[in-house]
């Protein structure tokens, strides 16, 4: 099996509303029912845009683990995905209105 590679730049990307949201990626979350009412965030990566609710949360990790760190990850395919975390400050507070996001695959 090849080694999980993971690239980011770590750069902060705010989380947004619906109400933010354009017209067309907003026609590409056809999914979601009442979206003013979920509550949902979302971020833009890479030319789309994603549900923060999409994400499978990332628990009880090996020390060793490359996943280390992330919060959250939304498959792609058997062997590659996009991984989330929230963005830290400067005193390593959480900042809930940013995320950290990277890509991985095997």
């Known amino acids: 099996m090849s080694e999980m590679k993971i690239r980011t730049n770590n750069h902060p990307r705010d989380l947004i509303s619906w109400q ?13 029912v ?6 949902y965030d979302f971020f833009r990566y890479r030319g789309y845009i994603y549900a923060l609710a999409n994400f499978i949360r990332i628990e009880k990790l090996a020390d060793d683990s490359p996943l280390k760190g992330w919060e959250g990850q939304e ?9 989330v975390k929230y963005a830290r400050d400067d005193a390593g507070r959480l900042d ?3 995320v950290i996001v990277g890509r991985y695959c095997c």
């Open 75 to 83: 498959s792609e395919s058997y062997f590659s995905g996009t991984l």
């Open 96 to 98: 809930s209105e940013r």
């Open 20 to 32: 933010d949201l354009t017209a067309k990626e907003k026609k590409e979350l056809d999914w979601i």
């Open 34 to 39: 009442n979206p003013q009412e979920t509550g």
